[in-house]
C-alpha cells in the first residue's frame, strides 16, 4: 500500500452541508471499496468553498476537499473512474507521496 493525497473540487450548488458531507463520504467509500485507507479529510478552513482563477463548466466557486489515504496502486485506476463519473466532482488531482 502506498500513500496518497488526493485534492478535489466539488460543485458549489450542492443543496447544503448535508450534500457535501454525503458527496465525501461517497468519495471515502470508492477509495475503502478498492481496499484503501483513508487517513484525513480536510474540507474546512483553510480549504472549504473558495473561487477558482477560471471558470469550470460554468462554475466560478467550488468546494476544495484535501483527502489522505493509503491504497494499492493498481487500484488507482478504478478510483479516479469512478471521480471521473461523479457528476459533482468538477476536478481532481491525485498524487503519491512520499511517506
Known sequence: MRSYELMYI?????GG?????????????YIQDQGGRVADVEHSS??????MAYEIDGQQEGYYVLTHFEMDPARCVELERNLKITEPVIRYLLIRTNE
Open 10 to 14: 466539488l460543485r458549489p450548488d450542492l
Open 17 to 29: 452541508e448535508e450534500e457535501l458531507n454525503a458527496q465525501i463520504e461517497r468519495v471515502q467509500g
Open 46 to 51: 483553510p480549504w472549504g468553498r473558495r473561487r
